[in-house]
């Protein structure tokens, strides 16, 4: 073992909080260990509907200090991860005039009760209150009432007990992994002191002294400040540090992903977001040339055994039917499908009144070490969430704050080209200086944002893919060395899209395994374990 090294932060979960807070930290010039036992952002936070929104429902609960924030979050990530974050127009299927208004003032009013009917008058009124609070740092234009023959005019076969529909919109992030990948590629950038280590297992503590270990050993660390930021697991991480907590309940969240040609030329780029008749709130949308379908909201123990099970399945399957009556969508359509459980506070209220808002609990563990406990949070809201962890541990540092988050770039959205003009020269300029075709340089831009042109600097001569023509060797070699990559599922699910895209056959995971066995020295065994974990 090797020695004790010392650190100021100690950051426990690689989620989108934990990813947040140590950029955050490590801007303010903190020194900073993040643990993380499986890759970055490959729990709940690969298990969202990939949307960055304002929390519209989040009105009905009366919710709204969460719904001002998740706005001008939502507004400020178009901003500043415009690579991955784009406005997604959202349609609300109307069925009545005066409907929800008794079931809405119950729920305000933080009583039981189902909301199958979310009429005119209090749609329109939901979406005015949700533009007010968008108001700062606009972004993306105001709602409108639409009745049934404009709604035809964008949406196609909805079902006939339709009459209207708000149009208002919200964030759509095509690569949460990636950007979460990115706050933590950026953090060490801002202080060359900070590291994040995917694949590293929390052991124990003793006299403020934390044991850990990679596949290259065990080490040991002292910090002076522990930031529990493991989700769902925060209970379970506290009790390896000898801090008895009952922090956490769970929500599992189940989404699919489906090859459905006709349901994708009806949503015509847009998300529906609707009731259903059992008083649940789903949602489907355009992704990757596929429909995304979510999303269930069921409370589970332990969220180590959440997976989308076929009752979701069925479920997910059948209530497009509630809004698309002629478009079945079928289970051999499907081509992902994925859960998440979310990090709600412990609760006796049903699931679907639990607060969605964030909040610390901080305990002392072993050596007087504080733990701030970051329970909650959703990810338009990560960057706030995370100031505000950061604020708490320099203050316990006695350190000021140097500079805000606010307008700070992600990644690849940094120096991102804002219209086609700029994006076409963006392109040609590239593509000239590193001999590629300007196809390929856009649909690189597309994938990493301005990251593009590092891993373009790489990719003379390359070789396509047999099984995917879309990716090369190159572009996948270049992304294992310099990304963490340790496991297939590291590279296919979580740095690229090719999981949740569903294009990932096991034709392509033995083609793609194949060229990691050579990167990484991977013996036959490991090679074939590694296919069978992500088909």
Not at 199 to 212: I, R
Not at 311 to 333: G, H, K, M, R, W
Request: charge should be neutral.
């Amino acid at each position: 073992m090797t020695d004790i090294q010392e650190t100021d932060v100690l950051i426990i979960g690689g989620g989108i909080n934990g990813c947040g807070t140590f950029r955050d930290l490590s801007a303010q010039g903190i020194d900073c260990l993040l643990l993380e036992r499986a890759d970055f952002c490959s729990g709940a936070s690969s298990g969202s509907s990939r949307l960055i929104h304002g929390g519209l429902k989040y009105l009905e609960t009366g919710e709204f200090r969460l719904v001002r924030e998740s706005a001008e979050e939502r507004n400020r990530l178009l901003h500043n991860a415009p690579h991955y974050v784009s406005a997604l127009p959202s349609i609300i299927p109307l069925r009545s005039r005066f409907g929800g208004i008794i079931p809405s003032a119950a729920r305000f009013l933080r009583l039981n009760a189902k909301l199958t009917d979310r009429g005119t008058l209090i749609t329109r009124l939901g979406l005015a209150l949700y533009d007010l609070y968008g108001r700062n740092f606009r972004a993306m234009p105001a709602h409108r009432m639409l009745k049934r023959t404009a709604l035809d005019f964008l949406i196609t076969g909805m079902d006939k007990g339709i009459i209207g529909a708000g149009l208002y919109y919200e964030g759509q992030m095509t690569h949460s992994e990636r950007l979460g990948l990115e706050l933590v590629l950026d953090g060490e950038a801002l202080n060359p002191n900070s590291r994040a280590l995917n694949h590293a297992v929390l052991e124990d503590m003793a006299d403020g002294t934390v044991t850990y270990s990679t596949s290259k050993g065990r080490s040991q660390i002292r910090p002076r400040v522990i930031i529990n930021a493991a989700g769902a697991w925060i209970d379970q991480a506290n009790a390896q540090i000898g801090v008895n907590s009952h922090l956490m309940g769970g929500s599992k969240g189940a989404h699919l992903v489906v090859d459905n040609p006709a349901l994708l030329s009806a949503l015509n780029g847009h998300m529906v977001y609707f009731g259903s008749g059992d008083g649940r709130v789903n949602l489907l949308y355009p992704f990757e040339g596929r429909v995304l379908i979510g999303s269930t909201d069921i409370p589970v123990s332990d969220p180590d055994d959440a997976i989308c099970d076929e009752n979701e399945t069925a479920y997910l399957c059948a209530v497009v039917s509630e809004v698309f009556p002629d478009i079945p969508v079928t289970q051999n359509q499907i081509r992902f499908r994925f859960s998440g459980v979310r990090p709600l506070p412990r609760s006796d209220a049903a699931i679907g009144a639990v607060t969605r808002d964030h909040s610390i609990a901080t305990f002392t563990a072993s050596g007087g070490l504080p733990v701030f406990c970051l329970i909650g949070g959703k990810w338009t809201t990560f960057r706030k969430f995370s100031e505000e962890a950061t604020d708490k541990a320099l203050a316990h540092l006695a350190r000021p704050r140097q500079i805000s988050t606010e307008d700070m770039a992600i990644g690849g959205g940094k120096d991102f080209p804002r219209n086609i003009a700029e994006r076409t020269k963006w392109i040609t300029e590239c593509g000239a200086t590193n001999g590629l075709s300007e196809p390929r340089v856009e649909m690189l831009l597309t994938r990493y944002g301005t990251r593009a042109s590092e891993i373009a600097n790489n990719l003379r001569n390359e070789t396509p893919l047999i099984s995917l023509p879309d990716y090369s060797c190159e572009e996948l070699e270049w992304i294992t060395r310099n990304e963490r990559v340790q496991s297939l599922g590291d590279l296919v699910r979580n740095r690229t899209l090719i999981a949740l895209s569903g294009n990932l056959t096991r034709t392509v995971a033995a083609e793609i395994a194949a060229l990691l066995a050579a990167w990484l020295d991977w013996s036959s065994e490991r090679t074939t374990a590694e296919i069978s974990k992500v088909i």
